[in-house]
């Protein structure tokens, strides 16, 4: 039981490059979030979903796109990379919603140069 | 505005000495509180949820409406503690985070 996984690691953008950031979760979770965490700063929610074909904003969706097909995948897609997009990203999953205790990934620290 | 408020970015303690990590939060409707935990090379965690009522690890968390705060206290802090600790406020369908606090357990 791998619970969430999100790949890459890390990853080097020059701006206006594009990339998708992966995440799955193998725990049948129906809900799925993307957070952003700049130093210093909390984690801030970029999109949510709460089941196959259901996506919604949260509060820094700016730049990002997401997809949820699936139960188990929820990549992020960025566009048009900038330097204000130079964060760690978080793919986190739940059973029911976020008061719900959420299984985070390990992260992926991007930077855009 | 929804807020959770995390004033201190470095707690520093000694092995065996109190612990209280602070937490305040601003939000008009009746809360939900939390606290996260990430270890060093560990994924983010929860660590206990005020209507649980329980104590994890030695931990708990009182939520006071009228201070508006969810301290997390533990009486002997151990090194292993030490990570980061988040507060995060469930509010409108949200989970809203803090800046995080970073305990240091010293030997």
């Known amino acids: 039981n791998a619970g969430v996984t999100q790949t890459p690691k890390f990853r080097i953008l020059k701006i206006g490059q594009s990339m998708t950031l992966q995440c799955a979760q193998d725990m049948n979770h129906n809900y799925m979030y993307w957070y952003r965490q700049d130093p210093g700063m909390g984690l801030k929610l970029i999109y949510y979903?709460?089941?196959?074909?259901?996506?919604d904003k949260g509060e820094v969706p700016n730049g990002y796109n997401v997809s949820r097909s699936t139960t188990e995948d929820f990549p992020l897609r960025l566009e048009l990379a900038a330097p204000s997009q130079t964060s760690v990203y978080f793919c986190a999953s739940s059973y029911a919603g976020p008061n719900s205790p959420l299984h985070f990934g390990n992260g992926t620290r991007l930077t855009v140069t | 505005a929804q807020r959770v408020t995390q004033p201190e970015k470095l707690l520093s303690v000694f092995k065996g000495a109190p612990v209280e990590l602070k937490c305040n939060y601003s939000?008009?409707?009746?809360?939900?509180l939390f606290w996260y935990v990430q270890y060093s090379r560990q994924r983010l965690q929860l660590l206990l949820r005020?209507?649980s009522r329980e104590s994890i690890k030695g931990f708990t968390a009182d939520l006071n409406k009228g201070e508006t705060s969810f301290h997390l206290k533990k009486p002997f802090a151990q090194e292993e503690d030490s990570a980061m600790y988040y507060c995060a406020l469930f509010a409108t369908n949200k989970l809203i985070f803090g800046t995080g606090t970073l305990l240091a357990v010293q030997p």
């Open positions: 979903s709460v089941g196959a074909g259901i996506t």
């Open positions: 005020h209507i």
């Open positions: 939000y008009s409707g009746s809360p939900e």
